[in-house]
């Protein structure tokens, strides 16, 4: 049963390798491109509404953050432009644009995989152009900028390519507060609204730390030979978890066992967490761990008297790593029989 442990401990590695980008922690860097699709737009001018059309058009943006391991936070600056079609029947030219600081607040669904969905939503200030936008062929025109509040709700999916290197697309609804506009063609000002669809392509860098690939980790302990009784066993977890896995309680009831064969007459638990999160709450969860193995004993007739529980949260890995790091081989309790 240990062997069996051991091969599931490898192949968490693997699975670890192959989505390292998910489990990144650390500041990044992002660039993206892509292309907005703008609703008709109403402009009011004094007794007069109009309807503006435009064209699809087209948006680059940059976006710097920070990658918490799941949530995320980045300000963002984005340019939108389209071009301006007709109003009614009018043929129009020029165009109406954006520049817009946000700043965005994220969530990646991260899984074992390569694909890492995520939503969010942003806030912040956009620069509205109105540029020369007039009837085609005309002398007067609208030209000017407003500074409005701007909104934006975000979905998309991120696809790991290297350790810190991956692609994204997304779908933003972006809007903002009606911009006003001076205008030389009605002498006085009109009030616009300015919203989009967009659908975005980038790539995203992460600079934090990373599962390093080097040597193998160490791997689970091997079997004792039949005829010897071990005196030492490891139980493995998942990631922020105390929760016993079948293989984790097949190895606990070998260690009950072994302990009522040998006569024991003391269990030392030690629990181990990696370095994901903060050092307190590691410590904490170390010896969370530690009391959910001595549960499984004491219900398998081991005296709680005979057991001893100690939680030594990251300082003591397995296998050494970068903060920040999830490693499945240090989310571990050790069970040595004295």
């Known amino acids: 049963m240990r062997i069996s442990l051991g091969l599931v401990s490898a192949a968490a590695i693997l699975v670890a390798g192959t989505a390292a980008h998910a489990d990144t922690v650390g500041p990044y ?49 984005t340019y939108r432009e389209n071009d301006a079609d007709k109003v009614g029947a009018v ?22 995989s390569r694909f890492t969905p995520y ?34 709700g975000i ?8 350790s810190g290197l991956s692609l994204f697309v997304d779908y933003r609804y972006f809007a903002t507060l009606d911009p006003e506009f001076r205008s030389n063609a009605t002498g006085g000002t009109i009030d616009g609204e300015y919203a989009s669809h967009n659908i975005f392509a980038g790539l995203t ?36 978890s105390t929760a016993i896995t079948p293989e984790a309680n097949a190895i606990i009831q070998d260690a009950a066992n072994a ?26 969860l170390s010896v969370r761990r530690a009391e959910a193995v001595k549960a499984v004993l004491t219900n398998l007739g081991v005296p709680a008297a005979n057991i001893v529980t100690i939680g030594k949260g990251e300082s003591a890995p397995l296998v050494p790593t970068p903060d920040g790091v999830r490693e499945p081989q240090n989310r571990r309790v050790e069970i040595v029989l004295q």
């Open 91 to 112: 043929a129009y030219e020029g165009d109406i644009a954006s520049l817009a600081l946000m700043i965005n607040a994220l969530y990646d669904f991260e899984n074992s």
């Open 205 to 240: 860098y992460n600079f934090g730390t990373a599962p390093a690939a080097a040597p193998a980790p160490a791997p689970a302990p091997a079997p004792a030979p039949a005829a010897e009784v071990a005196r030492s066993y490891i139980v493995f977890f998942d990631w922020d």
């Open 29 to 77: 860097l992002s660039a993206f491109g892509g292309y907005v699709i703008q609703p008709d737009l109403d402009f009011d001018s004094p007794g007069v509404k109009r309807q503006l059309e435009t064209d699809n058009g087209w948006a680059a943006g940059v976006g710097f953050g920070y990658d918490f391991g799941g949530p995320r936070v980045e300000a963002e600056v």
């Open 155 to 162: 979905a998309g999916v991120k696809v790991a390519i290297t």
């Open 259 to 284: 302990a009522s064969s040998l006569g024991v007459a003391r269990i030392e638990l030690t629990g181990h967490a990696d370095r994901s999160g903060s050092p307190l709450y590691n410590q904490r």
């Open 119 to 152: 939503i969010g939503a942003g806030v912040g200030a956009a620069w509205v152009y109105a540029n020369t936008v007039k009837p085609t062929g005309t002398v007067l025109s609208t030209n000017d900028d407003d500074v409005v509040f701007a909104y934006q």
